[in-house]
């Protein structure tokens, strides 16, 4: 080997070192730069759900905003999820409590807005599943159609905003649910007044029928007049008891009436479809 093919292959293999061996400051920067790649893609990752999920914002008392994601609305509740909760449950808001609805995508409200088919504010529900392990579900009726129910329950005032309330939505799917009752609410308030004013006509009526006024009391037995209490100073007429027992009456009607009114109606659903759809009519019926 000559002595300048020596230098040739020595200069070779030193570019070639040089190119395969950074020196200790660029293996340095090599990997502050991949870790300061991974920071960046891990903040990407963990705000991406968080950018994705923040698409519409609900406005109360004209300065407080809450993002959120509107999976219904109709013309007086707003169904949502929370956009900062990863897994948020469902909730329900009446619309009084919003100043202004804020949709990302426009197009999506009109999808979304729905015409509420019924009010069922006035249902009373107890859901008991088929897991023995859960609890017996107890709210009132949102929705309801042929394979699934939803259940508002748990109405809690918004953090710091004393005036504005939510309540949880529960869905629960027909083979999920092992019996279910209901009653109601205006039916057990309407039985309960019945009640009253029965007891308060029977009971007046009643004492008319029974009681005499009672006599001022004078030195109890003599000239033949009949014996009374000495401290009884404002004798009672025939009215005025009759209106006592009238009262007493009328409180035993109430509570009665709301008794008979507040029965619940029963159904052994365990999770079979047919016999949640032949409870449907039963409960809808009841809305009027």
């Given at each position: 080997m000559t002595p300048r093919q020596s230098t040739l292959q020595g200069t070779l293999l030193s570019r070639l070192?040089?190119?395969h061996h950074p020196?200790?400051?660029s293996g340095i920067q090599f990997s502050f730069f991949h870790f300061s790649f991974f920071i960046v893609a891990m903040a990407c990752c963990l705000l991406a759900p968080a950018r994705s999920m923040a698409q519409d914002t609900l406005l109360f008392e004209g300065k407080w905003?809450?993002?959120v994601v509107i999976e219904e609305e109709n013309e007086y509740e707003v169904i949502y999820r929370k956009a900062d909760w990863v897994n948020s449950p469902l909730y329900v808001i009446e619309k009084r409590f919003i100043t202004e609805i804020n949709y990302l995508d426009t197009l999506e409200a009109a999808k979304k807005f729905k015409s509420r088919p019924f009010d069922g504010s006035n249902i009373d529900l107890w859901v008991k599943p088929l897991d023995s392990n859960t609890v017996m579900l107890r709210g009132r009726l949102l929705h309801m159609d042929d394979t699934m129910l939803m259940v508002r329950h748990r109405g809690s005032f918004m953090e710091g905003k004393p005036k504005i309330r939510s309540e949880l939505v529960s869905v629960i799917t027909y083979d999920q649910i092992q019996k279910l009752e209901y009653r109601k609410r205006?039916?057990?308030?309407?039985?309960?007044?019945i009640g009253a004013a029965t007891g308060l006509v029977a009971?007046?009526?009643t004492g008319l029928l029974l009681f005499n006024d009672t006599p001022a009391c004078e030195n109890s037995g003599i000239d033949?007049?009949?014996?009374?209490?000495?401290?009884?100073?404002?004798p009672l007429t025939r009215v005025e008891k009759s209106l006592i027992l009238g009262a007493g009456a009328a409180a035993g009607g109430f509570v009665t009436g709301g008794m008979i009114g507040g029965v619940r109606i029963k159904f052994t659903i365990g999770g079979n479809k047919d016999r949640y759809n032949q409870a449907i009519p039963h409960i809808l019926r009841s809305l009027n």
């Open positions: 070192f040089r190119h020196n200790a400051s905003k809450l993002p205006s039916k057990m308030r309407k039985s309960a007044f009971g007046t009526l033949g007049k009949p014996p009374c209490d000495p401290n009884l100073k404002s």
